[in-house]
């Protein structure tokens, strides 16, 4: 019985072990997923070794205090107890400090007080892409306000160069969650956030609606479609001169990947 | 027919039901009142002084008969919340709809979202310490006793307002293959806008159930308040002079922190509830764009909601903290410090709920500082694991049932707690909220900790409840399965959040395929211990082994006989001298 059980913890403690290796394996697709993906990794290194640790010693303790027979009474241990709390304040202390400072940058935190279509003058780099992304009961619109361009079929991309996304839903709250780009933003009516990275990796990246939206919600997908700068142009081409309707579906072939 | 009735108007008729009900058992005469709060109690092992039958159970305001009907109903709830994890890890076998369809899953995670945290956690526990806290503290009943039955006695009503749709959805669909058309059936639907009810999307489902689920969810909420008033009054008046705050037992001491938490945080919850409800069907503007705007409901509800999280888990911690010196034969190391903890977390738990809203779009700013505290609130919990495993270092554990489950609880705590960490961690959370990481962390707490904790107490109390003993082998293989069950559910939910996918999605993608699978064999591990329990309990309550001797666990050994066992010895004692020729003696 009690092995039964010592194996079951042990498995238990192996598993968080190869949480570490999921997103370790990943590369970095744009500048939010790398800082994020750091920031994760590191915060596994400490995690899984204390997650180990503490495990272990429970299971050290069932193994060695079990039927003793020479059991002491509890003796109080004032600077023990305080130890472990410092020391967990420590380690807190860590995991606030590496997060403060990928939240403090702007590729993390983008803040929402440049409404669309306003940005602050001289904020939004000359050469940066603009997208409005609209969600609605269940399907996601990419407008780009610059290019004259609106497709609600893969949103296309071109990577190295900086992407403002103004995201707004509306009717209920929506989620725009690209979890391989490390992005997500709720999309709430009324409001309008700024998301604001940079792509480094070309590729499709699944976009999924991650906020509860009623009975399309699982079926609301899409997707990002990363491409360099000379496809992004020809694909802008292509919807400029389709965009009277016809065409747009043009794209929907590679959606289904 | 109903069917054109808002959902308002039945769900006011059951109210004035229920009030009218109350007004004639006022009005009854007192001899159809137990004897509870009158005279010393007498149940549990006699019937003496009360109405027999079903008459006693829906009259008594007895603390114990009352912690049993708790408990009871409880049990009920947990079994039909576990029945809607069962059907949703049963759809999620497949990446498509083959089981059931979308909005079916969507209202089944609902139900079983509010079933769960409304009426078989905060229930179970209420019911424990209905039955133990006046006998750990020595007191004859609760402050309030009548207050104690109305408390319960509102839990059924409200447990089927809210899930009144489903009830009417199945019959309706079994109905509906015969050839017949009731509009009623159909009106209502069963609520599929999630537990957390997040506008506009609630007001803006027409389904008029969810008025009445909104008016169970709020009448629940008052029940809970009256118990937990009971609690807070009773810990504090009802303690003989020498029992003092430092003797207090640590489990009463959880008990009052999760009490005082829950009279802060329910009645926000259902005034925010009416402020839906009056949104929903009188054209106010509280949560709407133009008004106060959605943002408005999610700071309300996790106002009350992240409290909640710690009105879950507190006694659950209290229980453990309870029970283990009890098998390690040796007291609580740090006791001072885990009461201490346990009050800093109910006062942090107040300054955190922001942190389930890092995704909306607030300033950075704001979620710095819901971070720190956040981080902040860790540092009381990781200690209780660590007095903890204090506690059992030098001791001499006896691996009972109880203890397993206590010890299990302990395992799925590391892992539970410290994948909370990553989610305080804004960055972290923007990736992992909203996917099936939070949904395995927080099942690791709300399967892994709180129903093993309930488990280690049914085991435990078990002889004082029944006057009997349960199947020992099977209680230590079923709490090993739970253990087991509890790991293989809710970890692979972990990598699954992190390959992105998320949460609510009653289809997917089919790339997460096999790790839903795994998760679902976990869920029917977890069902298979459930049902051995449910075995044990009422085989046992009915043939177990009578108890003769009340120190079942030996604890005057060490020194742990503690009141609530006193007073059982001394119920058998005179249960011998009632009944001299012992018919049920082996
Ligand atoms: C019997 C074991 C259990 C299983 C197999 C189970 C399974 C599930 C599943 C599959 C979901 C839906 C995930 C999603 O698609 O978003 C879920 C959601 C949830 N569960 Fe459980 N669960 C169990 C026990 C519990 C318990 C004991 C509690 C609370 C005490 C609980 C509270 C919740 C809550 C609050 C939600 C979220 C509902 C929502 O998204 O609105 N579950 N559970
Ligand atoms: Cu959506
Ligand atoms: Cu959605």
């Given at each position: 019985?009690?092995?039964?059980?010592?194996?079951?913890?042990?498995?238990?403690?192996?598993?968080?072990?190869?949480?570490?290796?999921?997103?370790?394996?990943?590369?970095?697709?744009?500048?939010?997923?790398?800082?994020?993906?750091?920031?994760?990794?590191?915060?596994?290194?400490?995690?899984?070794?204390?997650?180990?640790?503490?495990?272990?010693?429970?299971?050290?303790?069932?193994?060695?205090?079990?039927?003793?027979?020479?059991?002491?009474?509890?003796?109080?241990?004032?600077?023990?107890?305080?130890?472990?709390?410092?020391?967990?304040?420590?380690?807190?202390?860590?995991?606030?400090?590496?997060?403060?400072?990928?939240?403090?940058?702007?590729?993390?935190?983008?803040?929402?007080?440049?409404?669309?279509?306003?940005?602050?003058?001289?904020?939004?780099?000359?050469?940066?892409?603009?997208?409005?992304?609209?969600?609605?009961?269940?399907?996601?619109?990419?407008?780009?306000?610059?290019?004259?361009?609106?497709?609600?079929?893969?949103?296309?991309?071109?990577?190295?160069?900086?992407?403002?996304?103004?995201?707004?839903?509306?009717?209920?709250?929506?989620?725009?969650?690209?979890?391989?780009?490390?992005?997500?933003?709720?999309?709430?009516?009324?409001?309008?956030?700024?998301?604001?990275?940079?792509?480094?990796?070309?590729?499709?990246?699944?976009?999924?609606?991650?906020?509860?939206?009623?009975?399309?919600?699982?079926?609301?997908?899409?997707?990002?479609?990363?491409?360099?700068?000379?496809?992004?142009?020809?694909?802008?081409?292509?919807?400029?001169?389709?965009?009277?309707?016809?065409?747009?579906?043009?794209?929907?072939?590679?959606?289904?990947? | 027919?109903?069917?054109?009735?808002?959902?308002?108007?039945?769900?006011?008729?059951?109210?004035?039901?229920?009030?009218?009900?109350?007004?004639?058992?006022?009005?009854?005469?007192?001899?159809?009142?137990?004897?509870?709060?009158?005279?010393?109690?007498?149940?549990?092992?006699?019937?003496?002084?009360?109405?027999?039958?079903?008459?006693?159970?829906?009259?008594?305001?007895?603390?114990?008969?009352?912690?049993l009907?708790?408990i009871l109903?409880?049990t009920a709830?947990?079994l039909?919340?576990?029945?809607?994890?069962?059907?949703?890890?049963?759809?999620?076998?497949?990446?498509?709809?083959?089981?059931?369809?979308?909005?079916?899953?969507?209202?089944?995670?609902?139900?079983?979202?509010?079933?769960?945290?409304?009426?078989?956690?905060?229930?179970?526990?209420?019911?424990?310490?209905?039955?133990?806290?006046?006998?750990?503290?020595?007191?004859?009943?609760?402050?309030?006793?009548?207050?104690?039955?109305?408390?319960?006695?509102?839990?059924?009503?409200?447990?089927?307002?809210?899930?009144?749709?489903?009830?009417?959805?199945?019959?309706?669909?079994?109905?509906?293959?015969?050839?017949?058309?009731?509009?009623?059936?159909?009106?209502?639907?069963?609520?599929?806008?999630?537990?957390?009810?997040?506008?506009?999307?609630?007001?803006?489902?027409?389904?008029?159930?969810?008025?009445?689920?909104?008016?169970?969810?709020?009448?629940?909420?008052?029940?809970?308040?009256?118990?937990?008033?009971?609690?807070?009054?009773?810990?504090?008046?009802?303690?003989?002079?020498?029992?003092?705050?430092?003797?207090?037992?640590?489990?009463?001491?959880?008990?009052?922190?999760?009490?005082?938490?829950?009279?802060?945080?329910?009645?926000?919850?259902?005034?925010?509830?009416?402020?839906?409800?009056?949104?929903?069907?009188?054209?106010?503007?509280?949560?709407?764009?133009?008004?106060?705007?959605?943002?408005?409901?999610?700071?309300?509800?996790?106002?009350?909601?992240?409290?909640?999280?710690?009105?879950?888990?507190?006694?659950?911690?209290?229980?453990?903290?309870?029970?283990?010196?009890?098998?390690?034969?040796?007291?609580?190391?740090?006791?001072?410090?885990?009461?201490?903890?346990?009050?800093?977390?109910?006062?942090?738990?107040?300054?955190?709920?922001?942190?389930?809203?890092?995704?909306?779009?607030?300033?950075?700013?704001?979620?710095?500082?819901?971070?720190?505290?956040?981080?902040?609130?860790?540092?009381?919990?990781?200690?209780?694991?660590?007095?903890?495993?204090?506690?059992?270092?030098?001791?001499?554990?006896?691996?009972?049932?109880?203890?397993?489950?206590?010890?299990?609880?302990?395992?799925?705590?590391?892992?539970?707690?410290?994948?909370?960490?990553?989610?305080?961690?804004?960055?972290?959370?923007?990736?992992?909220?909203?996917?099936?990481?939070?949904?395995?962390?927080?099942?690791?707490?709300?399967?892994?900790?709180?129903?093993?904790?309930?488990f280690?107490?049914s085991y435990?109390?078990f002889?004082?409840l029944t006057?009997r003993m349960y199947n020992?082998?099977l209680a230590?293989?079923q709490?090993?399965?739970?253990?087991?069950?509890?790991?293989?559910?809710?970890?692979?939910?972990?990598?699954?959040?992190?390959?992105?996918?998320?949460?609510?999605?009653?289809?997917?993608?089919?790339?997460?395929?096999?790790?839903?699978?795994?998760?679902?064999?976990?869920?029917?591990?977890?069902?298979?211990?459930l049902v051995l329990w449910l075995v044990n309990m009422i085989q046992s309550a009915r043939v177990g082994?009578?108890?003769?001797?009340?120190?079942?666990?030996?604890?005057?050994?060490?020194?742990?006989?503690?009141?609530?066992?006193?007073?059982?010895?001394?119920?058998?004692?005179?249960?011998?001298?009632?009944?001299?020729?012992?018919?049920?003696?082996?």
């Amino acid at each position: 019985m009690g092995r039964a059980r010592r194996g079951a913890i042990v498995a238990a403690v192996l598993i968080p072990a190869v949480l570490a290796t999921v997103p370790a394996t990943a590369l970095a697709s744009s500048a939010t997923d790398q800082l994020i993906s750091r920031l994760n990794r590191q915060l596994l290194y400490i995690a899984v070794p204390i997650a180990v640790l503490v495990e272990a010693i429970l299971i050290y303790t069932i193994w060695r205090f079990r039927d003793n027979d020479d059991p002491k009474p509890t003796r109080e241990n004032r600077q023990l107890e305080i130890t472990w709390t410092v020391a967990t304040a420590l380690v807190l202390l860590f995991v606030g400090t590496a997060s403060f400072h990928v939240l403090a940058d702007p590729a993390v935190s983008t803040i929402s007080d440049s409404p669309h279509g306003e940005p602050e003058p001289g904020e939004v780099p000359e050469d940066a892409v603009e997208v409005n992304v609209t969600a609605e009961q269940w399907a996601f619109t990419a407008d780009y306000p610059n290019e004259g361009v609106t497709t609600n079929e893969t949103m296309v991309l071109p990577a190295n160069r900086t992407v403002y996304m103004y995201v707004t839903s509306e009717d209920v709250i929506h989620s725009v969650h690209v979890p391989d780009l490390g992005l997500k933003q709720d999309a709430v009516p009324g409001e309008t956030n700024l998301v604001r990275t940079e792509l480094s990796e070309t590729g499709e990246y699944r976009l999924y609606c991650a906020e509860l939206c009623g009975a399309g919600h699982p079926e609301m997908l899409s997707s990002i479609r990363v491409v360099d700068e000379s496809e992004y142009d020809a694909w802008l081409d292509d919807q400029r001169s389709g965009s009277d309707g016809s065409t747009s579906n043009e794209s929907t072939a590679s959606n289904e990947s | 027919m109903i069917g054109p009735v808002p959902g308002v108007a039945v769900a006011l008729g059951a109210l004035l039901v229920l009030a009218a009900y109350y007004r004639f058992r006022a009005d009854s005469p007192p001899t159809s009142y137990a004897d509870g709060g009158i005279v010393t109690p007498k149940i549990g092992l006699t019937t003496t002084e009360k109405p027999s039958g079903l008459l006693r159970w829906l009259t008594t305001v007895d603390h114990k008969d009352i912690g049993l009907l708790y408990i009871l109903f409880g049990t009920a709830a947990a079994l039909w919340g576990a029945t809607d994890g069962m059907m949703m890890r049963t759809e999620l076998l497949v990446a498509d709809t083959t089981v059931w369809n979308v909005e079916t899953y969507n209202a089944v995670f609902t139900t079983h979202g509010l079933t769960m945290l409304f009426f078989f956690v905060t229930p179970v526990f209420t019911g424990i310490a209905n039955y133990m806290l006046p006998l750990l503290l020595d007191a004859d009943d609760l402050s309030f006793p009548r207050i104690n039955a109305i408390a319960f006695w509102l839990l059924p009503p409200s447990l089927l307002m809210v899930r009144g749709g489903l009830i009417t959805d199945v019959v309706g669909t079994v109905v509906g293959l015969l050839p017949l058309e009731i509009a009623a059936l159909t009106a209502l639907e069963p609520v599929a806008m999630g537990w957390t009810m997040y506008t506009p999307l609630s007001v803006e489902m027409t389904n008029p159930q969810i008025d009445v689920t909104l008016l169970g969810l709020h009448l629940s909420g008052i029940a809970t308040t009256m118990a937990a008033i009971n609690f807070i009054v009773t810990i504090f008046t009802e303690r003989p002079d020498d029992l003092g705050w430092d003797e207090l037992d640590i489990f009463s001491w959880n008990m009052l922190v999760t009490s005082g938490i829950i009279l802060l945080a329910f009645p926000l919850l259902g005034s925010t509830i009416i402020l839906l409800l009056l949104d929903r069907n009188f054209g106010t503007a509280f949560f709407a764009i133009e008004g106060g705007g959605p943002m408005l409901w999610q700071h309300l509800f996790w106002f009350f909601g992240h409290p909640e999280v710690y009105i879950l888990v507190l006694p659950a911690f209290g229980l453990i903290s309870f029970m283990l010196p009890k098998f390690c034969g040796r007291r609580l190391f740090g006791f001072r410090f885990i009461v201490y903890s346990t009050i800093a977390i109910g006062v942090m738990s107040f300054g955190v709920w922001a942190h389930h809203m890092f995704a909306t779009g607030m300033d950075p700013r704001l979620r710095a500082s819901f971070m720190a505290v956040s981080l902040a609130i860790a540092i009381p919990s990781a200690i209780k694991e660590f007095n903890w495993i204090a506690t059992m270092w030098n001791g001499r554990l006896r691996l009972t049932a109880p203890l397993i489950c206590v010890i299990g609880a302990m395992s799925t705590f590391v892992v539970g707690g410290i994948t909370g960490v990553f989610l305080a961690a804004v960055p972290v959370d923007l990736v992992l909220h909203d996917t099936h990481y939070v949904v395995g962390h927080f099942h690791l707490i709300v399967v892994g900790i709180i129903p093993l904790a309930m488990f280690a107490a049914s085991y435990y109390w078990f002889p004082i409840l029944t006057g009997r003993m349960y199947n020992r082998r099977l209680a230590r293989v079923q709490a090993t399965l739970l253990v087991v069950g509890a790991f293989v559910t809710f970890v692979p939910l972990l990598v699954l959040g992190y390959l992105g996918m998320p949460r609510r999605y009653g289809v997917y993608p089919a790339e997460f395929v096999p790790l839903n699978q795994v998760a679902s064999i976990g869920a029917f591990i977890l069902g298979v211990s459930l049902v051995l329990w449910l075995v044990n309990m009422i085989q046992s309550a009915r043939v177990g082994t009578i108890v003769d001797d009340a120190d079942v666990w030996n604890l005057k050994e060490t020194d742990q006989f503690t009141r609530e066992w006193q007073w059982f010895e001394k119920r058998l004692a005179e249960r011998r001298s009632e009944r001299p020729d012992p018919d049920e003696e082996p």
